[in-house]
T-cell receptor, first 111, second 110 residues
Framework: ETGVTQTPRHLVMGMTNKKSLKCEQH?????MYWYKQSAKKPLELMFV???????ENNSVPSRFSPECPNSSHLFLHLHTLQPEDSALYLC??????????FGQGTRLTVV | KNEVEQSPQNLTAQEGEFITINCSYS?????LHWLQQHPGGGIVSLFM???GKKKHGRLIATINIQEKHSSLHITASHPRDSAVYIC????????????FGKGTLLTVNP
């Protein structure tokens, strides 16, 4: 248990569906992240939020829409995804220059 | 070429063996991280270091800033150490952005 909780753990969605991934941390961290892990590839940073403000968008397609309503919660809204978006989506949090704490991830399958 | 290179990609060992996983990087960094990922996906941070050496139980991490190289050592390996070990660096002036290696899959047989 790292203190970062992601839901759901598994998600299967059609290409026309809209779904959301949720991440929650009560570690008092000010930065939260979304990462994507595809098969056979390194983890890729998608978004960074620092004190609820987006500070990094790593050229992510607009079909992925992040939301950070407060420092403890982070969402990733998904719509009109493609099969190649199937991957493990990981949330993490940290203090500035600190160790990152990761959630268990959401295994997403787009059919 | 990835900014962070790990070797080997796959490693199989017998229980009790001493294990070394290597990480080389090509950019200036502020910190280097070693992470462990078990089947099922969850990632655990093992070490964050910017110089020298750190030890936690049977795990030791070293970094040589001049040579842009880090190693993760596991002493007296155990089957429960079987996992993917990932090296990641904070670089590019960003305190938040991590660049990851592809990981090393370690299998420790009883």
């Amino acid at each position: 248990e790292t203190g970062v909780t992601q839901t759901p753990r598994h998600l299967v969605m059609g290409m026309t569906n809209k779904k959301s991934l949720k991440c929650e941390q009560h570690l008092g961290h000010n930065a939260m992240y979304w990462y994507k892990q595809s098969a056979k590839k390194p983890l890729e940073l998608m978004f960074v939020y620092n004190f609820k403000e987006q500070t990094e968008n790593n050229s992510v397609p607009s079909r992925f829409s992040p939301e950070c309503p407060n420092s403890s919660h982070l969402f990733l809204h998904l719509h009109t995804l493609q099969p190649e978006d199937s991957a493990l989506y990981l949330c993490a949090s940290s203090h500035r220059q600190g160790e990152a704490f990761f959630g268990q991830g959401t295994r997403l399958t787009v059919v | 070429k990835n900014e962070v290179e790990q070797s080997p990609q796959n490693l199989t060992a017998q229980e009790g063996e001493f294990i070394t996983i290597n990480c080389s990087y090509s950019v200036g960094i502020s910190a280097l991280h070693w992470l462990q990922q078990h089947p099922g996906g969850g990632i655990v941070s093992l070490f964050m270091l910017s110089s020298g050496k750190k030890k936690h139980g049977r795990l030791i991490a070293t970094i040589n800033i001049q040579e842009k190289h880090s190693s993760l050592h596991i002493t007296a390996s155990h089957p429960r150490d079987s996992a993917v070990y990932i090296c990641a660096v904070n670089s590019g002036g960003s305190n938040y952005k991590l660049t990851f290696g592809k990981g090393t899959l370690l299998t420790v047989n009883p």
